[in-house]
């Protein structure tokens, strides 16, 4: 009889943006001004990642533009979808992206520049009310870092298109592919996965070559929020003829045996 799975997990996130300087961009070609602060380690590297990315000069003396890196974790656990579940079930929130959308001197920085996001997430325990002693080593996952170009569009129409948020104008962040799944766990019974996703209720509108295109509307603050999910699948078993054919082997392996001994 096959045991049931476990059936909650405990988690932890620690995403933010690469240091400027690391990512090869020198102090004075650094774009827009961009300051970076709120420093953590990032689980899976062991590196600093900085929550909060500000750029650009406000105009009359306003605010930068910024995002904001909100890490999450648990509580509520990642509730593991067994045996049956549909497209949209058991995703919950764990990282938040906040873009505070100011109007900047200027009104566009021109040229689209670029940053890197390092994605942390590990999987730090199981949460089962059948034994809470379960020993599941923790799981450090870290996709590769994620590209985001972001454009700075005028403040002023005529807008390029589109223009969904309807304002004047939505910024455009290209975000490449987010990482889809990842095996972390076998406990001999089954196998556990965590699957990512962006929020689909968001401006998230998904490429042809797997990239995201986000559109966030001028003088706003809009938040996309990044989603996980486990999923069990019982680990194969072999087959009645393959279990037979590998008895046979067995029988083989044995009368070999006893002729050497002849």
Same mark, same amino acid.
Not at 136 to 165: F, H, K, R
Not at 185 to 208: K, L, M
Not at 250 to 262: S, W
């Given at each position: 009889?096959?045991?049931?799975?476990?059936?909650?997990?405990?988690?932890?996130?620690?995403?933010? #943006?690469?240091? *400027?300087?690391?990512? /090869?961009?020198? $102090?004075?070609?650094?774009?827009?001004?961009?300051?970076? +602060?709120?420093?953590?380690?990032?689980?899976?590297? &062991?590196?600093?990642? !900085?929550? %909060?990315?500000?750029?650009?000069?406000?105009?009359?003396?306003?605010?930068?533009?910024?995002?904001?890196?909100?890490?999450?974790?648990?509580?509520?656990?990642?509730?593991?979808?067994?045996?049956?579940?549909?497209?949209?079930?058991?995703?919950?929130?764990?990282?938040?992206?906040?873009?505070?959308?100011?109007?900047?001197? /200027?009104?566009?920085? &021109?040229?689209?520049?670029?940053?890197?996001?390092?994605?942390? =997430?590990?999987?730090?325990?199981?949460?089962?009310?059948?034994?809470?002693?379960?020993? @599941?080593?923790?799981?450090?996952?870290?996709?590769?870092? *994620?590209?985001?170009?972001?454009?700075?569009?005028?403040?002023?129409?005529?807008?390029?298109?589109?223009?969904?948020?309807? %304002?004047?104008?939505?910024?455009?962040?290209?975000?490449?592919?987010?990482?889809? +799944?990842?095996?972390? !766990?076998?406990?001999?019974?089954?196998? !556990?996965?965590?699957? #990512?996703?962006?929020?689909? +209720?968001? @401006?998230?509108?998904?490429?042809?070559?797997?990239? =995201?295109?986000?559109?966030?509307?001028?003088?706003?603050?809009?938040?996309? +929020?990044?989603?996980?999910?486990?999923? $069990?699948?019982?680990?194969?078993?072999? %087959?009645?003829?393959? *279990?037979?054919?590998?008895? $046979?082997?067995?029988?083989? *392996?044995?009368?070999?045996?006893?002729?050497?001994?002849?």
């Amino acid at each position: 009889i096959q045991a049931a799975p476990i059936n909650e997990w405990a988690w932890e996130t620690s995403t933010g #943006f690469v240091d *400027l300087a690391a990512d /090869g961009i020198p $102090a004075e070609d650094n774009p827009d001004n961009a300051v970076q +602060s709120g420093g953590v380690t990032n689980i899976a590297t &062991g590196d600093t990642v !900085y929550e %909060s990315l500000a750029w650009g000069i406000g105009d009359n003396g306003g605010p930068k533009s910024e995002v904001v890196i909100t890490n999450l974790s648990s509580p509520p656990g990642l509730d593991t979808q067994f045996p049956l579940y549909g497209p949209n079930d058991g995703w919950e929130t764990i990282n938040e992206f906040t873009h505070l959308n100011n109007v900047l001197e /200027g009104g566009s920085s &021109g040229s689209p520049w670029e940053a890197l996001i390092v994605g942390g =997430f590990q999987i730090t325990g199981a949460l089962d009310p059948l034994d809470p002693t379960i020993p @599941v080593p923790p799981a450090g996952i870290a996709g590769s870092p *994620l590209s985001v170009t972001l454009t700075e569009t005028p403040n002023a129409a005529p807008c390029d298109p589109p223009n969904p948020n309807g %304002s004047t104008c939505d910024d455009i962040f290209l975000i490449a592919n987010l990482s889809g +799944s990842l095996d972390f !766990y076998n406990d001999g019974e089954f196998i !556990y996965t965590a699957e #990512f996703r962006f929020d689909p +209720s968001n @401006v998230v509108v998904e490429n042809p070559d797997g990239s =995201f295109t986000i559109y966030t509307a001028e003088e706003a603050n809009t938040t996309i +929020s990044t989603q996980a999910r486990v999923l $069990a699948r019982a680990v194969p078993v072999p %087959s009645p003829g393959a *279990l037979a054919l590998l008895g $046979a082997g067995i029988i083989g *392996l044995g009368l070999r045996g006893r002729k050497r001994r002849a």
